[in-house]
């Protein structure tokens, strides 16, 4: 199952780049997004990747580490698009303590790569 | 915006009637699915309703509730399609203690009703 192999590794290699881009050059990750793409971060949607950026950016922590704990990855349609869902967990500055997230993508290709169509954040307080 | 609200009563109203049969009537589910739906359970992949619900009635838990915390949903295809994220808790039986979860679907138009193609659930641990 070449294709089976594929999404899975296209996820994966995603997933890592995303963050690696988010903890170090968050700027850099406008490039991912199109004029369609979505995003939705605590709820609160932005559309295409300049307002998707702006949101990005305007996050109140400077410095920030992402852990990925679980990714999980289907293809989301004929055309070649993938699903992803990443659990893990959030180090921010100044902040001892670790916070879960969650986040789901689909990626859609796009001439020889793939773009961030859709994008939704969560952080996932402890349950109790 | 008549879109807009519609995917997000569709999104709103299906999580609501799959945790209500979940918790009460699993074997109910296997009509939400098709044969090229896809389910990812804490990492171990079925495909087609009958896997898929065979897989859900198969966990070690009988009797479970569902608490959603979050949903937020997003136009997923030009088709029609609807991606959903959840996040919220599970209470099994025996257990005083909720457990977090995660749950994304991709769920799609057909003859004026949707079914679910993509289905990624995942339990969420404390981050610390």
Same sequence: chains 1, 2.
Avoid: C, W
């Amino acid at each position: 199952m070449a294709g089976a192999v594929d999404f899975a590794n296209i996820a994966q290699q995603f997933v890592k780049f995303y963050y690696e881009q988010f903890d170090t050059n968050r700027g850099n990750l406008g490039a991912l997004y199109r004029h369609q793409s979505m995003l939705t971060f605590e709820g609160t949607p932005a559309q295409g990747a300049d307002a998707i950026l702006e949101k990005l950016q305007s996050l109140p922590f400077t410095s920030v580490q992402h852990r990925t704990d679980t990714l999980d990855a289907q293809p989301s349609s004929e055309e070649g698009g993938i699903l992803v869902l990443v659990t893990g967990a959030l180090l921010v500055e100044g902040s001892e303590r670790p916070m879960s997230f969650t986040q789901t993508f689909q990626l859609r290709p796009e001439a020889g790569t793939f773009y961030v169509f859709n994008d939704v954040f969560r952080l996932v307080y402890p349950a109790a």
